[in-house]
């Protein structure tokens, strides 16, 4: 099993993104599974096309994107991807797009194929916090869970995939009082149980079935 996992790099005035310096250091196997990494650039028309070449290339059973949620306290796996970009702010390339369709005359929304609360409940019995979000803003984060579902759609039918949003690291809170933030080393130990949650249940034949509650 190949696992495609990418991570953005840093945007607005930050110097460094939690999600590619996490993935940077996961394990080159979790549970069996290869983990190839990729490093994507936080730029709306751009990032799509990075993983799709990647998809193209290494033809991954799964796909993974980690992205930086700045105030967010826990490691959140993302349940849904909406048709729609609207910066708050513009991306590395300037471009800030406002209420704009991704694509046309395709899915309003799509849902993740992730045991997301396995994955959640992997991460708490890690010792870190998890909860699982229903939505992933409308930035780039949110872009690429789209964009990566819509080729799912069109092209690429047996790869499953989903979005997983960090929080900040320590060093990225210095100026920004009371704002929650996450070590990379936990950031690393998160995702790693998470990825590991993703390849056990794929391993029992029941990756897409429906899940029990989690609080």
């Known amino acids: 099993m190949k696992i495609l996992v990418t991570g953005f790099d840093p945007f607005d005035n930050d110097k460094i993104n939690p999600?590619?310096?996490?993935?940077?250091?996961?394990?080159?196997?979790?549970?069996?599974?290869e983990i190839i990494k990729l490093e994507i650039p936080t730029k709306f028309n751009v990032s799509a096309e990075v993983v799709k070449t990647a998809i193209e290339k290494y033809?991954?059973?799964?796909?993974?994107?980690?992205?930086?949620?700045?105030?967010?306290?826990?490691?959140?796996?993302?349940r849904i991807a909406i048709n729609l970009d609207d910066g708050r702010i513009a991306d590395n390339a300037g471009y800030q797009p406002l209420n704009a369709t991704i694509h046309e005359d395709?899915?309003?929304?799509?849902?993740?194929?992730l045991p997301i609360k396995a994955m959640?409940?992997?991460?708490?019995?890690?010792?870190?916090?998890?909860?699982?979000?229903?939505t992933a803003?409308?930035?780039?984060?949110?872009?690429?869970?789209?964009?990566?579902?819509?080729?799912?759609?069109?092209?690429?039918?047996?790869?499953?995939?989903?979005?997983?949003?960090?929080?900040?690291?320590p060093n990225q809170v210095v100026a920004r009082p009371e704002t929650p933030a996450l070590s990379l080393e936990d950031d690393v130990k998160g995702l790693t149980a998470a990825i590991r949650a993703i390849v056990e249940r794929d391993s029992k034949g029941d990756i897409e079935t429906v899940e029990g509650t989690i609080q």
Do not use: W
Not at 149 to 168: D, L, S, T
């Open 19 to 33: 999600a590619i310096e996490a993935v940077k250091l996961l394990p080159d196997s979790i549970a069996g599974a």
């Open 137 to 169: 803003g409308t930035y780039v984060c949110n872009h690429i869970f789209y964009q990566v579902q819509y080729m799912r759609e069109k092209f690429f039918p047996n790869i499953k995939a989903g979005f997983i949003h960090i929080p900040f690291l």
């Open 59 to 78: 033809q991954p059973d799964y796909v993974l994107n980690i992205g930086q949620a700045g105030g967010r306290f826990a490691i959140t796996p993302e």
């Open 106 to 113: 395709v899915a309003t929304a799509y849902f993740t194929q």
């Open 120 to 134: 959640t409940r992997a991460i708490r019995a890690a010792g870190l916090p998890a909860a699982v979000s229903n």
